[in-house]
């Protein structure tokens, strides 16, 4: 019973991320690329590169580290120490370039493709009936300009800060931006508990995901601006930054950095 309570608790939940069908055609839709071409009678399998829904068991070849979330199937990096953001105004004093953390998972797992140091498709276990390409990285695809990496060399120190606290104590020393508790248009994700909207959005993208980026246990990470799943906004943005774009029923340019940051004092 306990089981399907949870089920049907974490369905909406997960609705409100979105569909994730709409990942076919996207940039992140793998198959597509041709010099990813995938072997075997599988007919190319779009999660596989990132999720899959039986790892191996048992440690030694082919399988999953154990405690990784979401059924996550892209190999992580190896190297998992980068070079965090840091400025002299900078208020919060938490960003973190140890990526090995729990947290720091929705992060860590954007970078295995995006840093450039693991192969597109090398995965923990390969789907049935295909084989992944494993030597091509995202240097040599870019298929529209070298952009994509990112966390190149294990360097996010030209990135947003990424793996850090955002929280009642950053808000108090940094008056520039919202208070997640109140005020923000901001959703947070707890770890193995359940989402909480904590100022809920009525907007959603053409996907069904809310137009509101997401703290990770509290924390700010790759995927709190970005949705992986969906490109209804340019970039997988998880908000558009374009007052141009069709989604964005506000119309405030860069609505996205407004959704944390606000206008009103500056170098407080
Ligand atoms: C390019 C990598 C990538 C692909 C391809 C991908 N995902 Fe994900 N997925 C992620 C990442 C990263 C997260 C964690 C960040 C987040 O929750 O948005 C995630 C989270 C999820 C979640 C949990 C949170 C949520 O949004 O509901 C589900 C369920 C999920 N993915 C399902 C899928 C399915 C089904 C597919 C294939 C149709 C798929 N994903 C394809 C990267 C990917
Ligand atoms: C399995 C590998 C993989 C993972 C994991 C992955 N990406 Fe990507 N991503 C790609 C590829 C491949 C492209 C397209 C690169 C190209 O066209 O040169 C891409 C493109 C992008 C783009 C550009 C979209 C555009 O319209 O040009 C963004 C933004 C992005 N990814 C963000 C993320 C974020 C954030 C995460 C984690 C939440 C993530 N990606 C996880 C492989 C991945
Ligand atoms: C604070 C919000 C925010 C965070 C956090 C963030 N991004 Fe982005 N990202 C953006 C925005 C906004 C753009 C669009 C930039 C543009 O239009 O030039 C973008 C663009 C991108 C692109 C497309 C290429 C480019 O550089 O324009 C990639 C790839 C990408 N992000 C990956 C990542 C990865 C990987 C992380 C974590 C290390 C990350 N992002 C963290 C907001 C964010
Ligand atoms: C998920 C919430 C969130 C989003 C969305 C977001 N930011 Fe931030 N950003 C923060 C927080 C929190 C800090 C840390 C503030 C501090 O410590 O003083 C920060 C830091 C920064 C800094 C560094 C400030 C310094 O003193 O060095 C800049 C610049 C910045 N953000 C710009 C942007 C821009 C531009 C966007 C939109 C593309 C954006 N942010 C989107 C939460 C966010």
């Known amino acids: 019973m306990l089981v399907v309570a949870s089920l049907l608790l974490s369905l909406p939940l997960f609705a409100q991320d979105g569909d994730k069908g709409q990942i076919l055609g996207s940039p992140h839709d793998l198959t597509t690329y041709a ?22 068991q048992g440690g030694g070849a082919g399988s999953t580290p154990a405690g990784l979330p979401l059924l996550w199937n892209h190999q992580l990096p190896t190297n998992t120490t980068y070079t965090p953001y840091s400025s002299a105004t900078l208020k919060t004093t938490t960003v973190s370039g140890d990526m090995s953390t729990p947290n720091a998972f929705y992060s860590l797992a954007c970078l295995s493709c995006h840093d450039g140091s693991v192969a597109l498709g090398a995965v923990y276990r390969m789907p049935d009936n295909d084989t992944l390409n494993t030597t091509v990285t ?24 990424v793996n850090f606290t955002y929280d009642a104590t950053l808000v108090a020393a940094d008056s520039g931006i919202w208070n997640v508790g109140t005020a923000a248009n901001i959703r947070q994700i707890g770890l193995g508990t359940a989402l909480t909207a904590v100022r809920p959005g009525t907007q959603a993208d053409a996907n069904g995901a809310l137009l509101q980026p997401i703290l990770f246990n509290g924390t700010v990470q790759c995927a709190s ?3 992986p799943h969906s490109e ?7 908000v558009p930054v374009a007052s141009t774009n069709a989604n964005n029923t506000a119309a405030v340019p860069s609505l996205l950095c407004l959704k944390c940051h606000s206008t009103n004092v500056l170098y407080n």
């Open 35 to 56: 010099n990813l071409a995938q072997t075997g009678n599988g007919n190319g399998q779009l999660c596989a590169y990132c999720h899959i829904p039986h790892a191996v």
């Open 138 to 161: 995202m240097a040599n695809l870019q298929a529209d300009g070298p952009m994509h990496l990112v966390g190149l060399g294990n360097n996010l120190s030209q990135t947003h800060p």
């Open 225 to 227: 601006c970005h949705n």
């Open 232 to 238: 209804a906004s340019l970039d997988f943005l998880r």
